[in-house]
């Protein structure tokens, strides 16, 4: 071998080397940043040992690990109860307090009653019979999914909602699909049973291939670039097929969407709809103790249900325009139901029925959630005295929501699934007779679906706005912040807005409220703008994560289900974060404005630290 060729063979030797390390360190990686990160961020509080400088470098640090992922998200929360105490920011005893605090309450409770609708097939029975309400046509069909995914997604799971909506979108579009691909062949061959079957198509001569002249017969006319061609039923009932096929292609990726969409809109208009809702609510009680229950489920659902219905209109619109276009006769459907409408309804009552009649269990468990929602509008409206205040809170705000949802959860361990009756209640597994109905719900349900990961969470966020302000943090960093004062605030929050919509597409929108929160907090009180003018949009902003499939849980499950592109979604998704950020901006400075008089510096927010 020459010179040249030892050359050649140690260069390509040396790639499979380079390659080989390369990939290593790709598998090993979270090892590197969780092990190199704090080794390189110890200068800061070498360099400057203050408080701050070490609560700065705790916060930096549980940053880099929320948005590498390179630890679980709880696990990296609970970092505050071992770092705190050992920097000396905080002792070991107030850290652990702020990992249960009435937000994470609320939180458990609005859980369990999210648990016991779906533990009872609820939500199902109330998707599929508001999508028997609307119909099977195209428009309609979007207009539903959506209604429903929304309203779901405000007491239960962003998550569960889309995993239980996408399979019946698919089932309903599919049957839509066979019963029109049927159709077409009926057409087809009534048509070719008639002696004068003829089907004249026109185009230029340009259009026409070779393999087009072989396969259509050869009764070609060609006057002025114009050809007449005589179609056979089989060349045209595969034009037809493959028309079918794109036409469903498409509707399936618009429906997918749609479910998915809906389901992260919806969970902004309650408070209990999505995690970031609560950690404002904690965010605002830790940073401001004498706000006043400033927000609660009644001010919250105020101002986001409005917003929620004005951004799912504006997205259904823009999906609409993108995966079935404005023909809205043809879209919406005029006139009476064809055959393939009434069959593809069919499908959807099938699956109703499959549920049975309304189980005792069911409507315990509608009256207990229907029971909850009436408390906590009653709580405290505002406008009038709410029954927590005459009955318990003359002296002191000792009842919450926390308390209510905490309340009206017990009630499923507590009500019987089946009504009491004379003789046993069926059989077990073990062929023995069930003396006792078993209660609405059971620990071990509750076990299986708690998600105990975000009451974590939640607590480490707590526990990071705690530490900075004990530590001084919050003080410097307000101050620091002072030069905004000169930014329109419509401005400000229109930035943010943006920078926190763009950041929750690479991190947890859990993440993301944690960390900027508190930092929104601090500006607020050094430019002596209303905490809220900031902290609320931003808040929802947090949930606009619509651009990429790894963005949220539902836009993953909807990105294996709908056969969607990347580009689909960022295409999609591009002009929906776009929409969500106007909508929650106008509505900040509109009906927002007036509810928390936003145009004054409110009293409780006059205070000399606050929370990053």
């Given at each position: 071998m020459g010179f040249g060729g030892r050359v050649m063979s140690a260069f390509t030797s040396f790639k499979r080397i380079l390659r080989r390390w390369l990939l290593w360190l790709l598998y090993h990686r979270n090892y590197f940043i969780i092990i190199l990160t704090p080794l390189a961020l110890l200068p800061l509080p070498i360099l400057i040992p203050t408080p701050p400088a070490r609560c700065g470098y705790v916060i930096i640090l549980m940053a880099l690990y929320w948005c590498t992922e390179c630890m679980p998200l709880a696990v990296t929360a609970l970092l505050p109860v071992v770092l705190f105490p050992m920097m000396g920011v905080m002792k070991a005893g107030a850290v652990s307090i702020e990992y249960l605090k009435d937000s994470n309450m609320l939180f458990i409770?609005?859980?369990?009653?999210?648990?016991?609708?779906?533990?009872?097939?609820?939500?199902?029975?109330?998707?599929?019979?508001?999508?028997?309400?609307?119909?099977?046509?195209?428009?309609?069909?979007?207009?539903?999914?959506?209604?429903?995914?929304?309203?779901?997604?405000?007491?239960?799971?962003?998550?569960?909602?889309?995993?239980?909506?996408?399979?019946?979108?698919?089932?309903?579009?599919?049957q839509l699909k066979a019963t029109e691909a049927r159709a077409d062949a009926r057409d087809i061959q009534a048509a070719a049973d008639n002696e004068g079957f003829e089907l004249e198509?026109?185009?230029?001569?340009?259009?026409?291939?070779?393999?087009?002249?072989?396969?259509?017969?050869?009764?070609?006319?060609?006057?002025?670039?114009?050809?007449?061609?005589?179609?056979?039923?089989?060349?045209?009932?595969?034009?037809?097929?493959?028309?079918?096929?794109?036409?469903?292609?498409?509707?399936?990726?618009?429906?997918?969407?749609?479910?998915?969409?809906?389901?992260?809109?919806?969970?902004?208009?309650?408070?209990?709809?999505?995690?970031?809702?609560?950690?404002?609510?904690?965010?605002?009680?830790?940073?401001?103790?004498?706000?006043?229950?400033?927000?609660?489920?009644?001010?919250?659902?105020?101002?986001?249900?409005?917003?929620?219905?004005?951004?799912?209109?504006?997205?259904?619109?823009?999906?609409?325009?993108?995966?079935?276009?404005?023909?809205?006769?043809?879209?919406?459907?005029?006139?009476m139901k064809t055959e393939r409408d009434r069959e593809a309804y069919a499908v959807m009552r099938g699956e109703y029925k499959k549920l049975g009649p309304m189980k005792f269990a069911e409507v315990g468990v509608l009256t207990i959630f229907v029971l909850l929602v009436l408390l906590w509008f009653t709580r405290e409206p505002g406008f009038i005295k709410g029954w927590a205040t005459v009955l318990f809170n003359m002296d002191g705000p000792y009842v919450s929501d926390g308390t209510v949802a905490i309340f009206m959860s017990m009630l499923f361990f507590v009500i019987p699934s089946q009504l009491p009756r004379c003789g046993g209640y069926g059989y077990n597994e073990k062929g023995k007779l069930i003396k006792a109905p078993p209660?609405?719900?059971?620990?071990?349900?509750?076990?299986?679906?708690?998600?105990?990961?975000?009451?974590?969470?939640?607590?480490?966020?707590?526990?990071?706005?705690?530490?900075?302000?004990?530590?001084?943090?919050?003080?410097?960093?307000?101050?620091?912040?002072?030069?905004?004062?000169?930014?329109?605030?419509?401005?400000?929050?229109?930035?943010?807005?943006?920078?926190?919509?763009?950041?929750?597409?690479?991190?947890?929108?859990?993440?993301?409220?944690?960390?900027?929160?508190?930092?929104?907090?601090?500006?607020?009180?050094?430019?002596?703008?209303?905490?809220?003018?900031?902290?609320?949009?931003?808040?929802?902003?947090?949930?606009?994560?619509?651009?990429?499939?790894?963005?949220?849980?539902?836009?993953?499950?909807?990105?294996?289900?709908?056969?969607?592109?990347?580009?689909?979604?960022v295409k999609a998704g591009t002009i929906l974060n776009l929409i969500g950020i106007l909508t929650v901006n106008l509505g900040i400075n509109t009906w927002g404005y007036a509810m928390f008089d936003m145009g004054t510096f409110p009293e409780w927010a006059n205070v000399s630290t606050v929370l990053p």
């Open positions: 409770g609005g859980l369990l009653v999210a648990i016991a609708v779906e533990h009872w097939n609820l939500h199902k029975r109330i998707a599929l019979r508001v999508l028997l309400l609307v119909g099977v046509r195209p428009s309609l069909l979007m207009i539903g999914f959506m209604a429903v995914s929304a309203f779901l997604s405000m007491w239960i799971s962003n998550t569960a909602t889309t995993a239980m909506m996408l399979p019946i979108a698919h089932a309903v579009l599919l198509v026109t185009e230029t001569k340009e259009e026409l291939t070779e393999t087009d002249k072989k396969q259509i017969d050869t009764n070609i006319q060609l006057e002025d670039k114009v050809c007449e061609i005589k179609l056979t039923p089989d060349i045209l009932q595969e034009v037809k097929s493959k028309e079918i096929d794109a036409k469903y292609d498409l509707l399936t990726k618009g429906m997918s969407l749609c479910v998915c969409y809906s389901a992260s809109i919806g969970g902004t208009a309650t408070l209990t709809g999505t995690t970031p809702n609560i950690i404002l609510k904690g965010q605002i009680d830790d940073l401001f103790p004498g706000n006043g229950d400033v927000i609660n489920f009644a001010s919250w659902f105020g101002f986001a249900f409005p917003n929620m219905l004005l951004m799912l209109v504006l997205t259904w619109l823009w999906l609409q325009y993108m995966f079935l276009g404005f023909n809205l006769k043809q879209t919406f459907g005029c006139g209660a609405l719900l059971n620990w071990q349900v509750v076990h299986e679906r708690m998600p105990w990961n975000i009451i974590l969470l939640l607590g480490g966020g707590f526990a990071l706005a705690a530490g900075s302000e004990e530590s001084g943090l919050s003080k410097w960093l307000g101050e620091s912040l002072t030069p905004l004062q000169k930014i329109p605030p419509y401005a400000i929050s229109l930035l943010l807005c943006l920078l926190v919509a763009t950041f929750t597409e690479c991190s947890s929108n859990t993440a993301t409220t944690t960390l900027f929160l508190p930092i929104l907090a601090s500006m607020a009180i050094a430019i002596k703008i209303h905490p809220l003018y900031v902290m609320l949009p931003c808040t929802i902003a947090a949930s606009l994560a619509f651009m990429l499939p790894v963005a949220t849980p539902p836009n993953a499950i909807a990105f294996s289900f709908g056969n969607l592109k990347v580009f689909d979604m």
